[in-house]
């Protein structure tokens, strides 16, 4: 079992940036695959990026290909998100999840995206 922190939410305008970051505690972290999913107010949860185990590996929404950039540090049991140049629409609750046989999820963390 793996239990998840999210942090780094918050504000920022258009066009800045926010690096959230995913801390897991128990064992055997490099079993996992991790992402970070987000729910805009109003609509369905989306997957916003996911890397494999060995963090050689990563997949994105098109919404967010080129803008954002997942980490992940096995020494530090850690996921790091860069979200680079934001936007309204990226204005959600972030959540860190873990993938192994079953999924794990961390409370989320809110970022909002205002002028």
């Known amino acids: 079992q793996v239990h998840l922190v999210e942090s780094g939410g918050g504000s920022a305008q258009p066009g800045g940036s926010l690096t959230l970051s995913c801390e897991a505690s128990g064992k055997f972290f490099t079993i996992y695959e991790m992402g970070w999913y987000r729910r805009a107010p109003g609509k369905q949860r989306e997957l916003v990026a996911d890397?494999?185990?060995?963090?050689?590996?990563?997949r994105y929404s098109d919404s967010v290909k080129g803008r954002f950039t997942i980490f992940r540090d096995n020494a530090k049991n850690a996921v790091l998100l860069q979200m680079n140049n934001l936007t309204l629409e990226d204005t959600a609750v972030y959540y860190c999840y873990a993938h192994y046989l079953q999924d794990y999820w961390g409370e989320g963390t809110q970022v909002t995206v205002s002028s």
């Open positions: 890397v494999n185990q060995a963090g050689d590996f990563a």
